[in-house]
């Protein structure tokens, strides 16, 4: 389809969604007016009134439901409907799950996989990470498959009030870390691979001194 129609496609559901449900709220609008006039003349009964009030509630919510449609189907990164480029990826149906969860984040996608690629080859099982608050941790756990997988994740520089969180137990034989730049050595342990931002620190002499 060229993209003159598929844009066309867009916006004619976008409009007739928001003007279907525009229409409704407007006779819904109507049908509260003439309730209370004919209330007020005393022509229907409260239990009348009560059926209509409820009939009215029922047709907003279908309204604003018909309203929401397009940003349902068309979700930008999660769509139900792929349409790109209008959308990021194909649909959350038939897309790979690695796809989507890297769709607000393409580059990242090939530097957070080969990193972790290079935990699972070296065999350990406690890494530890030192990211930036803004980085998207959660992507380094799916991608290891923490813990199903029995690799365990923890933070080794936590903020001052999360500390008392942390392991005392916990010595990482690994570190992922996204604000390293070109550091070669980080808690005793040397870089072992740099797949900018992320850099993989190995090794089995873990010290709390960040610069050994």
Sequence with gaps: ????????????????????????????????????????????TSGQIETLLVAREGRELGSLLL????????????????????????????EPPEVILFANWTNLHAPFAEATELIRESGCRDVGLRIDSGDIEY??????????????????DPYPHLARYAGADFTPCAILCTVCGGR????????????????????????SDIDS
């Design 1 to 44: 389809m060229v993209p003159f129609l598929e844009r066309a496609w867009i916006w004619l559901l976008l409009f007739s969604a928001v003007y279907l449900g525009l229409a409704f709220l407007a006779d819904q609008y109507v049908l509260s007016d003439e309730v209370y006039r004919r209330s007020l003349a005393g022509q229907l």
């Design 67 to 94: 309203m929401s449609l397009p940003w349902v189907l068309l979700n930008a990164s999660r769509p139900l409907i792929g349409w790109r480029p209008r959308t990021m990826t194909e649909s959350i149906l038939v």
């Design 139 to 156: 992507a380094f756990w799916w991608l290891l498959d923490a813990p199903q997988s029995g690799i365990r994740l923890e933070q080794v």
């Design 184 to 207: 070669t050595t980080l808690y005793g342990l040397e870089v072992a691979g740099q797949f900018p931002p992320v850099s993989v620190f190995l090794g089995n002499g873990y010290t």
